[in-house]
């Protein structure tokens, strides 16, 4: 009798061979006391194979991870069998919260017909001397179509924009790896089948501190306020330790190939500008410095896909090196109930986590959403750039704040955000060994994560009630970067606003006058509820726990009224802010307010 359509046995041989599509999975036991042999051994008697395991030094702090490959319909059936007994996750990838080109929120205006054939155009990028640029990211937009590339050694890249005409491409956007200002032009004029060259502006390091060292007042602090003394770990692609201004980095992980020396190479390069806002080395009294550059910084490299369980890994690694403040620049849409644990257990060991809202203009990521992490998203400074870079374009189409700030359209917000901080058109250092104008989150939680540390080095709170390393000194330190803010927009845009350096620690600052748009709570929590609704969880499906999110949880007791008590280093000259900061100490002037 032949099988009906509907009967299983009517699939044909080569339907039935297809393998079914596997996806990587996290497996932990669900309760404590188990090692990772143990967790081996046992999903060995299922069949599964294990690709790595990561197993906490300390058991009271984690169970073993072990990382596998599954088809969906095996976790959920593994789930079944093994209910109460494993916790079953996917092993989903995180993403850099990097921001690559300000033309990802200029989108073509609309989709029609074609106005003409696909148009070849050749753009060539060179200095003001005429020498090529080479590996510039250069992106067309066009009315219905948009191209990107990058340059070759020649400074030249070819690029097709499908069913467009010169006239109609509507913008182009140019950002050099390092060494220049990017370049926007509205409207350009290109030639198709031609060379079109375009010349980039050289960039300079600023003579004094650059406009988010100021934002944030870390000028108004004293030259001896470094956060000696303080471990902090950047969790990123690596950073490199061949830039002139970080030798001095000698600590660090591989996460996915142990202790290789890999962790001081970042060929991604975005580790080694957020290591530059916190540790570089300054070169003279003048140029970008870290603000932070006597604390000893480790770096946990991830790998280029870096997953969940490498999350893991380096969270392990500050539980083991006792780390102060751990600051991350990775995220994902999806929360995890293991990283969650992990990073409650970090907490309870003192580890401050600092980590990114995130670049896609959505949801704040997880985990800065975790209300164990205190997550930062971005704000930028009009005038800050020149007015044909790509930066002027983000102010140009930016939500307006205090004092001339801007919070730029691709930043992650709603009502998860702590703090916003310098993101936009910042000065860093760049691998191997140069300079380069950045943009993103990531920035921003460096910028406080070198606060975190002057804070825990100098604040008397940290030399005395909150000095042992427990969850109390991490909400501790949250409540003072967060209730030492000076407001300047929307909370849902900005947390509680923007640190200031000086207040949070203990030196009188004049505060920002506030700038929260009186309409904007309707509109905002509107716009977070659907993009909340737009979190896709895949293979999650059959595993549906997603932590809890919210702002970081604080300490609920009065701020410490006693001020920082620096002294003069050596026999040099006080600066003004060190006079102010003294007189303040003795009573003759004006102290926090």
Known sequence: MAASPDDPRS???????????????????????????????QLSQFGIETLRTYEARDANFGTPIAVVRLSDDAAATLLRSA???????????????????????????????????????TIRIVSEAGAPVEQAAVRLIGEQAA???????????????????????????????SGFWGLWQHRPYLEADAVNTLTLKPLSLPETLDWGGAAMRFDRLPNQCRGAGIKIALIDSG????????????????????GEPSWSKDVIGHGTPCAGIINAAPQTAHGIRGYAPDSELHVCKLPADARCSDLIAALDY????????????????????????????????GVSMIAAAGNSAGAVLFPACSPHVLAVGAIGQTASCPEDTPQAALAATAAAAAGGLFVPPFCCRGPELDLCAPGVAIIVCQAPDSHAVCDGTSLAAAHVAALAALVLADHVDFKGRFVARDLHRVERLFQILKETTQPVGHPWQTGAGLPDAARALGIWSDRRPSA??????????????????????????????????????????????????????GSGKATVHELKAAMA???LAEGPR
């Open 11 to 41: 699939t044909s041989t080569s339907d039935r061979r297809k393998p079914a599509r596997t996806t990587q999975y996290m497996i932990a036991p669900a309760r404590p006391g188990v090692s990772g042999q143990a967790l081996t051994d």
């Open 83 to 121: 209910a109460g007994t494993l916790i079953i996750e996917p092993d989903v990838h995180l993403r850099a919260a990097s921001f690559l080109a300000p033309s990802s929120f200029f989108p073509p205006a609309s989709i029609g017909t074609a106005l003409g054939p696909d148009m070849k155009l």
């Open 147 to 177: 191209s990107q590339g990058l340059t070759d050694s020649d400074g030249r890249v070819d690029l097709t924009l499908r069913g467009e005409l010169p006239e109609t491409v509507s913008g182009i956007f140019v950002n050099a790896r």
């Open 239 to 258: 950073v490199a330790t061949s830039h002139e201004q970080l030798t001095d980095i000698d600590h660090g992980v591989d996460i996915r190939d142990g």
């Open 318 to 349: 500050c539980l083991q090196n006792a780390i102060d403040v751990a600051c991350l620049g990775f995220g994902c849409e999806r929360g995890s109930a293991l990283i969650e644990q992990r990073i409650a257990a970090a907490k309870q060991r």
């Open 516 to 569: 929260v748009p009186l309409n904007a709570g309707l509109r905002e929590m509107r716009s977070a509820i659907r993009q909340l609704d737009r979190i896709q969880f895949g293979a999650s499906e059959a595993i549906p726990f997603e932590p809890p999110r919210g702002p970081a949880n604080v300490m609920r007791l009065p701020l410490n009224p006693t001020q920082a008590a620096f002294q003069s280093a």
């Open 585 to 587: 100490l003795a009573g």
